[in-house]
């Protein structure tokens, strides 16, 4: 008796040391729930950002690719003020549009982060795809910050990189 109960004691330490929250779900932005009107950012400073991303990228030769996951992370950097996404378009290597993220404009709370996440087998965006965010926020110093990480990893090897969005004219 003794022995059962040490075996069912040890299946329950083997089994609660599981990764927790690993069930494949990725943390997703409920868009609806933020929407906004359009007359309460009218008056603010306007702006548009370009983030390049990376689905996947060339090894050995231009013909053999390798995938990544890519996560495009929206930061208000404000600690006190609340920025405005209006636009979030994923685009392909080849300037076509892949996806629209964003229907009407949503708030970000000051020092809040929304992600957006292409899974690693997304290939859609290619070797150069892109995002462009059109935001409103109360003054230029309180411009979103817009970045992205790329990551795979396999086996023992992985493989990660950080880019940083750019302000563009509209």
Not at 7 to 32: P, Q
Not at 77 to 95: C, E, F, M, R, W
Request: glycine letters at 8%; one cysteine or more; a positive charge.
């Amino acid at each position: 008796m003794r022995n059962i109960s040490l075996f069912f004691l040890a299946a329950f330490v083997i089994l609660s040391c599981s990764k927790k929250g690993d069930s494949g779900r990725v943390h997703s932005v409920n868009w609806e729930a933020r929407v906004v009107g359009q007359k309460d950012i009218s008056k603010l400073v306007q702006g548009s950002t370009y983030l390049p991303v990376y689905s996947s990228i060339y090894q050995l030769h231009e013909n053999k690719t390798y995938d990544l996951t890519v996560t495009a992370s929206i930061r208000n950097i404000s600690p006190a003020d609340t920025v405005y996404l209006q636009k979030a378009n994923y685009y392909g290597t080849d300037g076509r549009l892949v996806r629209k993220y964003l229907q009407h404009p949503v708030y970000i709370k000051p020092l809040e982060t929304l992600e957006i996440v292409i899974y690693e087998k997304d290939r859609a965006g290619g070797t150069g795809g892109n995002f462009v965010f059109d935001w409103a926020a109360k003054s230029e110093q309180k411009a979103p910050l817009f970045e992205a990480v790329m990551i795979s990893t396999s086996g023992q090897q992985g493989l990660s990189f950080l880019t940083r969005g750019v302000r563009i004219e509209r």
